[in-house]
C-alpha cells in the first residue's frame, strides 16, 4: 500500500515522536533516582502522568535528599491541582449525563 489514510500517519507521527520520548525520559529518571526503566510505562495512559510528573518536578539528585525544591514544590502544587481540576470536571459531567 503506497498511499497511507490521515489516521495511519497520525499514528505512524505519534509513535516516532513517543520513541523520540523514550531516551530523555529514561536519563531523567535515571537522574531523579527513579528505575529509568519506568519510562517503558509512558504507553500506557494513566500511569504516565504520575511517571511525566516524576520527570517534571523532582530535581537532580532527587535520591540523595529525598525532598522537593522550591521549584519541584511549585510544580507539584500546579499538577495536583490540574488533576483535582480535571477530575472535578470529569464527575461533573458523568452526573450529568
Do not use: H
Request: charged share 15%.
Amino acid at each position: 500500500m503506497l498511499f497511507a489514510t490521515r489516521w495511519e500517519v497520525v499514528t505512524i507521527i505519534f509513535w516516532v515522536f513517543r520513541a523520540i520520548d523514550f531516551y530523555p525520559s529514561y536519563q531523567r529518571l535515571k537522574n531523579a533516582a527513579t528505575n529509568p526503566w519506568a519510562c517503558l510505562l509512558l504507553i500506557v495512559p494513566v500511569v504516565n502522568l504520575v511517571i511525566l510528573f516524576r520527570c517534571y518536578a523532582y530535581q537532580e539528585r532527587y535520591g540523595e535528599v529525598k525532598r522537593l525544591d522550591k521549584a519541584g514544590r511549585i510544580v507539584a502544587m500546579i499538577g495536583i491541582t490540574l488533576l483535582v481540576a480535571f477530575l472535578a470536571l470529569v464527575a461533573f459531567l458523568m452526573v450529568r449525563a
